[in-house]
């Protein structure tokens, strides 16, 4: 069974600008969540879709923001880009609900300058 | 305040040793998972608790539930095992989000 894979795996974009970020869970799972991680702040939970369905988030701005498809893919999207945005952003899917085992992806390693 | 607290930081261990890594949280859980983390990002799931004891190969995960507490264990350590774990939960309620993670546990193992 093919893993989780995410893309781009890195990307560099300037301040005020948009991101979009892509994920596609291991065939079969249908909750996705989404995470940051920074050197500061470790790891954060931005937030979880099931079923096309956004089921918790993160205290995180209303410039970040989600959306899953009816194939269980999920994409994230930063507005409005600020520098402390820069981070590794991880999605990881689990076949029902975080309080499975979450299998993550490689990440994207998002710089903005 | 819902917090997970990682002890140590920072561990060197010389191939063979027995390792031990703590975490403690604040209030109840619904799950608590240990994570791997390799240099370059990628992370495993390496256990998934909610109560007792759990053994994979040369790992070995405990918890607490009255105590609020945690621990990962290592046997026969080996320099692979060099990595960041991360102790992450589920915390009743979840009104602050999913997943609240400890600040990680970052393990040498020298040869």
């Known amino acids: 069974k093919a893993g989780v894979t995410q893309t781009p795996r890195y990307l560099i974009k300037t301040r005020g600008q948009q991101v979009t970020l892509s994920c596609s869970p291991i065939?079969?799972?249908?909750?996705v969540s989404w995470y940051q991680q920074t050197p500061g702040q470790g790891l954060q939970f931005l937030f979880e879709y099931f079923s096309e369905t956004q089921r918790n988030k993160g205290n995180f701005p209303g410039r970040f923001s989600g959306r899953q498809f009816s194939n269980s893919r999920s994409e994230m999207n930063v507005s409005t880009l600020e520098l402390g945005d820069s981070a590794l952003y991880l999605c990881a899917s689990s076949l029902l609900q975080t309080s499975d085992t979450q299998y993550f992806g490689p990440g994207t390693r998002l710089t903005v300058l | 305040k819902n917090e997970v607290e990682q002890s140590p930081q920072n561990l060197t261990a010389q191939e063979g040793e027995f390792i031990t890594i703590n975490c403690s949280y604040s209030v109840g859980i619904s799950a608590l998972h240990w994570l791997q983390q390799h240099p370059g990002g990628g992370i495993v799931s390496l256990f998934m608790l909610s109560s007792g004891k759990k053994k994979h190969g040369r790992l070995i995960a405990t918890i607490n539930i009255q105590e609020k507490h945690s621990s990962l264990h290592i046997t026969a350590s080996h320099p692979r095992d060099s990595a960041v774990y991360i102790c992450a939960v589920r915390f009743y309620g979840g009104s602050q989000g999913n997943l609240i993670f400890g600040k990680g546990t970052k393990l040498s193992v020298k040869p």
């Open positions: 065939s079969g799972h249908r909750s």
